[in-house]
C-alpha cells in the first residue's frame, strides 16, 4: 500500500498563476517531508524540504505547507513559469535503523503555459 | 567530473543475458540508493548502503543484485530478467549521519533506462 500518494497525476495552468499541488502520507512516524522536480531525461533534483515541527517553509516563489493532523502537504508556487513545467515529487522519510530513507510518491506532471 | 553518473544510459538485454548498471559519485557521500521509477508508479527504493549498513526492499526480486565496493561506487547487476522489469533505474547519494536534513535530500544521477526483451 502506497505511503505517500499524489492523486493528481497532471496539473496545467496559466503562467502567472499560483500552481498547487498535493501529498497526502499514513505514515505517523514521518517527520521530514521534501519535494523533488525532474526535467525529462534527467533525474530529479531537490526543490525544498520541511519538519514535522513545522509548518511551512519558504523558499522564493516555492513554499511547502504541512498539515500533520490531517496527513497532507502542499507545494505553492507563486507566480508559475513555463519553465516550472516538469514532473514533482512528494517525498517523505522516517528513521530506519541509523539511516533516513525517503519514501517517494508517484508524481504529478505540472504543465505552465505561457 | 561532479555529481552523480550512471552508466550505461540506455541498456536493451534478453532476458538470458547478465549485464550490470553502474553509479559513481563525486560529492563525498557515503550513502547511496538504487531507485527503480516505472511509468504512473511511485519510485521505490530497491536498495541503500548507508554509513556500512545495507537496507533492502524485501519486494525486490533476487534476479537484481546490488554491490557497493566503496562510498563512491554502486553497481546494480542484472541477470535473467523479464520484461516487467523495463524501467528507468536511477541512482542517488546523500551524506548519511547527519540527522534528517542532510540524509534526506539525495542527489539523482541521470537514470539508466533499462529494457528487457
Known amino acids: 500500500d502506497q505511503q505517500v500518494k499524489q492523486n493528481s497525476p497532471s496539473l496545467s495552468v496559466q503562467e502567472g498563476r499560483i500552481s498547487i499541488l498535493n501529498c497526502d502520507y499514513t505514515?505517523?512516524?514521518?517527520?521530514?517531508f521534501l519535494w523533488y522536480k525532474k526535467y525529462p531525461a534527467e533525474g530529479p533534483t531537490f526543490l525544498i524540504s520541511i519538519s514535522s515541527i513545522k509548518d511551512k517553509n519558504e523558499d522564493g516563489r516555492f513554499t511547502v505547507f504541512l498539515n500533520k493532523s490531517a496527513k497532507h502537504l502542499s507545494l505553492h508556487i507563486v507566480p508559475s513559469q513555463p519553465g516550472d513545467s516538469a514532473v514533482y515529487f512528494c517525498a517523505a522519510s522516517a528513521r530506519t535503523g541509523g539511516s533516513y530513507i525517503p519514501t517517494f510518491g508517484r508524481g504529478t506532471s505540472l504543465i505552465v503555459h505561457p | 567530473e561532479t555529481g552523480v553518473t550512471q552508466t550505461p544510459r540506455h541498456l536493451v538485454m534478453g532476458m538470458t543475458n547478465k549485464k550490470s548498471l553502474k553509479c559513481e559519485q563525486h560529492l563525498g557521500h557515503n550513502a547511496m540508493y538504487w531507485y527503480k521509477q516505472s511509468a504512473k508508479k511511485p519510485l521505490e527504493l530497491m536498495f541503500v548502503?548507508?554509513?556500512?549498513?545495507?537496507?533492502e526492499n524485501n519486494s525486490v526480486p533476487s534476479r537484481f543484485s546490488p554491490e557497493c565496493p566503496n562510498s563512491s561506487h554502486l553497481f546494480l547487476h542484472l541477470h535473467t530478467l523479464q520484461p516487467e522489469d523495463s524501467a528507468l533505474y536511477l541512482c542517488?547519494?546523500?551524506?548519511?549521519?547527519?540527522?534528517?536534513?542532510?540524509?534526506?535530500?539525495?542527489?539523482f544521477g541521470a537514470g539508466s533506462r533499462l529494457t528487457v526483451l
Open positions: 548502503y548507508s554509513l556500512e549498513e545495507r537496507v
Open positions: 505514515n505517523s512516524m514521518f517527520d521530514y
Open positions: 542517488a547519494s546523500s551524506r548519511a549521519g547527519l540527522g534528517p536534513s542532510g540524509a534526506n535530500v539525495l542527489t
